[in-house]
């Protein structure tokens, strides 16, 4: 399966960005789909995952409470809506696919990876 992430960009602390991911090549609602993000510097991090139906999420910590996903399986593409942002979220924002009816959260469980966008929150 093939993944184009958008809607990254520059964004004051405080402020919103919704990103999307969409998908090409295989039937979407097979796989489970996760946001990861990678500051400089930094190991690639879980942010947060949807089951392949969108009826389980699981929330890093850290964006408990500022994050939402969903996915809509009959445009095959997965959303992050970012609110409340703060210069920590900064970095490059990953989606990945893994063809599983679980909810994984590790890096070495997703089998396909999009290219990235990136998101800069200015304090």
């Known amino acids: 399966v093939q993944l184009q992430a958008s809607g990254g960009g520059l964004v004051q602390a405080g402020g919103s960005l919704r990103l999307s991911c969409a998908a090409s090549?295989?039937?979407?609602?097979?796989?489970?789909m996760g946001w990861f993000r990678q500051a400089p510097g930094k190991e690639r991090e879980f942010v947060v995952v949807i089951n392949w139906s969108g009826g389980r999420t699981y929330y890093a910590d850290s964006v408990k409470g500022r994050f939402t996903t969903s996915r809509d399986n009959a445009k095959n593409t997965v959303y992050l809506q970012m609110n409340s942002l703060k210069s920590e979220d900064t970095a490059v924002y990953y989606c990945?696919?893994?063809?599983?009816?679980?909810?994984?959260?590790?890096?070495?469980?997703?089998?396909?990876w999009g290219q990235g966008t990136q998101v800069t929150v200015s304090s």
């Open positions: 990945a696919a893994a063809e599983t009816f679980n909810a994984p959260i590790r890096v070495r469980e997703f089998d396909y």
């Open positions: 090549g295989r039937t979407f609602s097979r796989y489970a």
